[in-house]
């Protein structure tokens, strides 16, 4: 058996909600919501679940234990945190001035060289 699509998933996902909705509905339970449809719009990729948390309500994805400063103290897993613009900026300054005066440290050594 050859590996499904996303969209052969999707649909295998809402046909067993739907199934388990019917067993519910038989034996007197209230009914649940059904999946959202495959055509539903999505947040975009850029969302990350850690964005909308202050970092004292972020979880560990692995044993779901309170993280600290982006590391879980169960585990040890590490979440990615960008880098804010501001350190950013300063990294690229700092690499493009030493790659600036590497260069004119090669070229001062070669015209030297040369003559």
Same mark, same amino acid.
């Given at each position: 058996?050859?590996?499904?699509?996303?969209?052969?998933?999707? !649909?295998?996902?809402?046909?067993?909600?739907?199934?388990?909705?019917? /067993?519910?509905? !038989?034996?007197? =339970?209230?009914?649940?919501?059904?999946? =959202? &449809? !495959?055509?539903?719009? +999505?947040? &975009?990729?850029?969302?990350?679940?850690?964005? %909308? /948390?202050? &970092?004292?309500? @972020? $979880?560990?994805? $692995?044993?779901?234990?309170?993280?600290?400063?982006?590391? #879980? &103290?169960? #585990?040890?897993? $590490?979440?990615?945190?960008?880098? %804010?613009?501001?350190? *950013?900026?300063?990294? *690229?300054? @700092?690499?493009?001035? /030493? #790659?600036?005066?590497?260069?004119?440290?090669?070229? @001062?050594?070669? +015209?030297?060289?040369?003559?």
């Amino acid at each position: 058996m050859g590996k499904k699509t996303r969209t052969e998933k999707r !649909a295998e996902e809402a046909r067993i909600l739907a199934e388990m909705d019917e /067993a519910m509905a !038989a034996q007197g =339970a209230q009914e649940t919501e059904v999946a =959202a &449809p !495959a055509e539903e719009v +999505k947040e &975009p990729k850029k969302a990350k679940w850690y964005q %909308d /948390a202050t &970092p004292s309500e @972020i $979880h560990c994805k $692995h044993c779901k234990t309170l993280m600290e400063n982006g590391v #879980c &103290p169960n #585990c040890g897993y $590490h979440i990615y945190v960008p880098m %804010d613009k501001k350190k *950013r900026d300063k990294i *690229r300054w @700092i690499v493009g001035g /030493a #790659c600036l005066v590497a260069f004119l440290i090669v070229f @001062i050594w070669l +015209k030297a060289n040369t003559q």
